[in-house]
């Protein structure tokens, strides 16, 4: 096992509403504790049909905190103006509005008019450029895209880390695409963009693009894809390229709401008797926090509020923490829910030292976390070529204790993309550790993974040593490693360790400021006891919706 360096050892939502016109329908109580206890949804019902009858200005945004209207981001174009039930954007390279809710599972609908392309030379006409929403959007290189080309078609595509990948393409609009005649898409005609995506029972996601050329009312299904490594929950939103655009309505909707939903804008009072109806007693049980806390943990952050400069545990014990080196960005978990985003260079999260996040307190000690790596090999590894997402152990020796590791898809030691359970005696030194190594091809840049690991001093299995009794063992996306397959690894006795508490902060993001994880980390929890299977697969269950599937003997997969 590898040492430690001995360098070191020297958005704020508003109540959920619906616009119509200038009206404010507020939802019932009931209906918003509802939709909370849907895993597959943002925590808040984020539906709402926008008519732009409020008369104002909305301002470019750097950031989602920033934006001053509660339901939407503009993300670039400069300034929307809002009057007579018309948004209008003006000469902007690239306009981009976004609602604000994560979402996985959602249908969008848009009404635009295009009135004239601008362009400040002929070198910016492109063929690409249109009209579009977008879908699952984590981020400029994260999102689903269905839009309206100038070439005259129209396109079904997604953009995965940086990478754009064609669904679906086909015409629509005649007439020959060229530099005399740069843009196919009719102008001043209102033309309505709809955008469907639902998740399979598969886990893959399905799309399906709908066009009303001229507001007619009537809908004809122009594309539809079906992407089998699809993306994660994200925003919702509108993008127009090199044009002065206007904007009649938005309609948002998550996909799992009942049908009645859409009827608020003609029959409010009917529709919300039909949900009211349709709803049995309120509950928090399905949704992932309500899952992690009915186990008791003893830290619990859903690292879901960077901008804020703090985490609070959510567990009751007042364990928060504070972020340095920087506020992360956020990324949406696969449920929807928020998480934080680290740089890979400065930003951390740091817990003042606890005795419940240590190991011989019961001689027990669980932790877990769901992380998102954006790229397999690390910009700022140790010289192993592995990082530490979380740990404690900030200055290695004399205040070391456990660590999670990940490694590089390419490492000096051949471990290509191993994620590991590490513990050490308070001098650090070599560690003993539950190694899961995975198959080639099983993990993936920019996919979330949930990891577990556990830590007993209680039970020693055969083949250890009971000089250093106690035994460790590692869980990713609900599948546990092989001890058999690689034992001595996974005894404490493997290198003779015998932790000890110490007050060593517990870090997340890194462990010592020395590597740095670069990706999405959310959901840390630390348990003084052993989650069992059953508890772990629940978790994962409660996150996405599927039940772990895979094995592990020298290599594993899920």
Not at 33 to 53: E, G, R
Not at 182 to 196: A, E, F, K, Q, V
Not at 517 to 544: C, P, W
Request: net charge negative.
């Amino acid at each position: 096992m590898a040492t430690p360096r001995a360098a070191a050892a020297a958005l704020k939502r508003a109540t959920p509403r619906f616009i119509i016109g200038n009206a404010v329908l507020v939802l019932v109580v009931a209906l918003s504790a509802w939709y909370l206890a849907k895993p597959a949804h943002a925590q808040t019902d984020p539906s709402f049909y926008y008519t732009f009858n409020n008369p104002g200005t909305l301002n470019e945004a750097l950031s989602i905190a920033q934006s001053t209207s509660p339901y939407f981001w503009l993300r670039d174009g400069g300034i929307l103006a809002i009057a007579g039930g018309v948004g209008t954007q003006r000469g902007a390279g690239r306009f981009l509005l976004l609602e604000r809710a994560l979402v996985r599972d959602s249908t969008t609908d848009a009404l635009l008019n295009r009135t004239a392309e601008v362009f400040s030379s002929a070198a910016d006409a492109q063929p690409y450029d249109g009209e579009a929403v977008y879908a699952r959007y984590g981020d400029d290189n994260n999102f689903y895209y269905a839009g309206l080309r100038a070439d005259g078609t129209v396109i079904l595509k997604k953009k995965q880390e940086g990478a754009y990948a064609t669904l679906a393409q086909a015409p629509l609009f005649g007439g020959t695409y060229s530099a005399s005649h740069p843009d196919l898409i009719p102008h001043n005609t209102w033309i309505g963009l709809r955008l469907s995506v639902t998740t399979l029972a598969s886990g893959a996601a399905k799309l399906v693009f709908f066009v009303d050329v001229g507001n007619t009312g009537s809908w004809k299904e122009v594309l539809s894809a079906t992407d089998t490594t699809p993306l994660a929950a994200g925003l919702s939103g509108i993008e127009s390229d090199h044009a002065d655009m206007e904007i009649s309505s938005f309609k948002f909707a998550d996909s799992g709401l009942p049908a009645s939903i859409t009827q608020l804008v003609s029959n409010p009072v009917s529709a919300v008797t039909q949900i009211t109806q349709a709803v049995t007693a309120p509950s928090s049980a399905g949704s992932y926090d309500a899952t992690v806390l009915a186990g008791k943990p003893a830290l619990y952050l859903a690292m879901s509020t960077p901008s804020s400069g703090t985490e609070t545990d959510k567990s009751g014990h007042g364990l928060s923490g504070a972020y340095k080196g920087g506020a992360p960005s956020t990324a949406a978990l696969p449920n929807g829910d928020a998480a934080a985003h680290f740089n890979g260079t400065s930003q951390y999260l740091t817990v003042a030292s606890n005795s419940s996040l240590s190991i011989p307190t019961n001689k027990q000690l669980t932790w877990e976390g769901w992380i998102k790596p954006d790229s397999l090999q690390f910009a700022n590894p140790s010289d192993d070529g592995y990082v530490d997402w979380m740990g404690k152990c900030d200055q290695y020796s004399p205040t070391c204790e456990w660590e999670a590791r990940m490694y590089s898809s390419q490492t000096t030691q051949d471990r290509p993309d191993r994620l590991s359970a590490y513990v050490f005696n308070p001098s650090a030194g070599l560690g003993s550790a539950a190694d899961w190594q995975p198959a080639s091809g099983v993990i993936g840049s920019g996919k979330w993974i949930y990891v577990v690991a556990e830590y007993d001093l209680t039970t020693t299995p055969s083949g250890c040593s009971s000089a250093y009794p106690g035994q460790i063992n590692i869980w990713v996306n609900g599948v546990k490693q092989s001890f058999a397959a690689h034992a001595p690894t996974g005894c404490m006795s493997q290198y003779s360790v015998s932790p000890k508490a110490t007050n060593s902060a517990l870090n997340i993001g890194t462990m010592a400021l020395d590597t740095w994880f670069k990706g999405a980390i959310g959901k840390v929890a630390v348990y003084d006891r052993l989650l069992s299977q059953t508890e772990i697969n629940s978790h994962y269950k409660a996150m996405t919706s599927l039940t772990p599937t895979g094995s592990c003997g020298a290599t594993c997969t899920f």
